[in-house]
Every structure is written in structure tokens, then in C-alpha cells.
């Protein structure tokens, strides 16, 4: 039963390491530049944290199940850092300037991202108290990682695009 939990962990190893590599080149592909899917990514590992808090604070160990739990989170992180990215390149190429640009992104796509998150959770809850060693350790970790990579995520990845602009000097027309 170990040998087959552990080459089980390597198969999921193998997948994270090809799916990350994929995401980053699809995302280089759709923005034709590097600087917005790091920016991307740089948002994956504050939801992370979230996850080990959640855990630690449930008494449920990061195994299998929690580990796809967190494959399944880190989508959601980086679905939301797109939804705020492309916010701020409209209005950009509307003529804002960048910092209205990523204050009317903050507030204006606060909401749709809250709510995605609220009942994300809220669909998490019956699983995550009642599922058991099984669910718990998998809906736990995406509760807490979802609540931290949502508030960070909102005032991260627009203070991270600002700093690109400003002061790496990051091109803003390509989208």
C-alpha cells in the first residue's frame, strides 16, 4: 500500500511539473510576452499558504487527496489573477491611466470574485464537515486557500502589475 501511495505521489509530481509548464506557455502564447504569466503565477504560492494554515488549523495532514485539492485551487488563483490582468489591459487600452487602471480593476472585479469564492466555499462546506478522512483534508485545504489567495489576489496581483510597469518597465499594449 506505501509502494503504491508513493508512486501515486510521483505520478501527481510529474503531472503538477507538466501542467505548470503547459499553463506558463499557454499564458506566454495568449499575452505574447512573459512579464503577465509570472505575474500570473507569482500569485499561486500566497494561495498555498492559505492551505497549509487550513490545515494546520484542522488537524489534517497534507496528503493525496489534499494535494488535489490544492491542483484544483491553483486554477481558481490563476483563473482570478487573468480576470484582473485583462481588467486592467482594457482599461489601459482605453486610455486610463495605470494607476485608475488598477484601482477600477480592484474595485470593479472585487465583487465577481468574492461572490466565484463565497459560494465555491459555500459548495465546499458539506464536504469539508462531513466527508470525512477522505473530503475533509481536500475541502479544508481549498477553503482556507481560497479565502487567502481571494483577499491577496485582489491587492497583490494589481500592486505586482504596477511594479512591472513602473518600475521593470513592463509593455502594457501587448494583450
Known amino acids: 500500500e506505501y509502494e503504491e501511495t508513493v508512486k501515486a505521489a510521483r505520478q501527481v509530481g510529474v503531472a503538477v511539473i507538466i ?3 503547459l499553463i506558463v506557455l499557454t499564458l506566454t502564447a495568449q499575452y ?3 512579464h503577465k504569466p509570472l505575474i500570473i503565477m507569482i500569485s499561486v504560492p ?3 499558504t492559505g492551505v497549509l494554515y487550513g490545515l494546520l488549523i484542522t488537524g489534517w495532514a497534507l ?3 489534499a494535494t488535489l485539492g490544492v491542483l484544483a485551487l491553483i486554477g481558481i488563483v490563476i483563473n482570478n489573477a487573468i480576470i484582473l490582468i485583462d481588467f486592467i489591459d482594457e482599461r489601459l487600452a482605453g486610455g486610463s491611466d495605470l494607476r485608475t487602471a ?3 480593476a480592484g474595485q470593479l472585479r472585487m465583487l465577481p470574485i468574492l461572490l466565484t469564492t463565497l459560494t465555491t466555499i ?3 462546506l458539506p ?3 462531513f466527508g470525512g478522512p477522505l473530503w475533509a483534508p481536500m475541502t479544508n485545504g481549498m477553503i482556507f486557500g481560497l479565502i487567502f489567495s481571494a483577499a491577496l489576489s485582489l491587492i497583490l496581483v494589481p500592486v505586482i502589475y504596477s511594479f512591472f510597469v513602473e518600475k521593470l518597465r513592463m509593455p502594457v499594449a501587448a494583450s
Do not use: R
Open 46 to 48: 500566497f494561495a498555498l
Open 122 to 124: 459555500g459548495g465546499l
Open 32 to 34: 505574447n510576452q512573459f
Open 127 to 129: 464536504l469539508s464537515l
Open 63 to 65: 496528503g493525496f487527496m
Open 102 to 104: 488598477v484601482i477600477e
Open 19 to 21: 501542467s505548470i509548464i
